[in-house]
C-alpha cells in the first residue's frame, strides 16, 4: 500500500503543478509561477520518497529528499514576498 501512496502523492502533486504553470502561461499571474515550480519540486522530492523507499531501501536520500523540499518552498516564499510588495 506505501508504493501507491508515494506514487499518487508525486502524481497529485505534478498535475498541481501543471495545472498552476498552464493557468500562468494565461494568464501571466506570477504567483502562479512561482506556486507551479513550487510544486514541481515537491514533485520531485515524492519521486525521492519512493526510490528511496521502495527502489533502494538500502540507500539513505533523507538528507536530499529534505534538501529538494527545502528549495521548492523557498521558491514558494520568495514568491510570496515577491508578489507581496
Do not use: Q
Not at 23 to 45: D, M, Q
Amino acid at each position: 500500500m506505501g508504493p501507491a501512496v508515494y506514487i499518487l502523492g508525486a502524481l497529485v502533486s505534478l498535475a498541481s503543478g501543471v495545472l498552476l504553470l498552464r493557468s500562468y502561461f494565461r494568464g501571466r499571474h506570477r504567483l502562479l509561477l512561482w506556486s507551479g515550480l513550487c510544486f514541481l519540486g515537491l514533485t520531485i522530492a515524492n519521486i525521492l520518497v519512493f526510490v528511496d523507499l521502495v527502489v533502494f531501501p538500502e540507500v539513505d536520500l533523507y538528507v536530499w529528499r529534505l534538501a529538494v523540499t527545502a528549495v521548492a518552498m523557498l521558491l514558494l516564499i520568495c514568491g510570496l514576498i515577491w508578489e507581496g510588495e
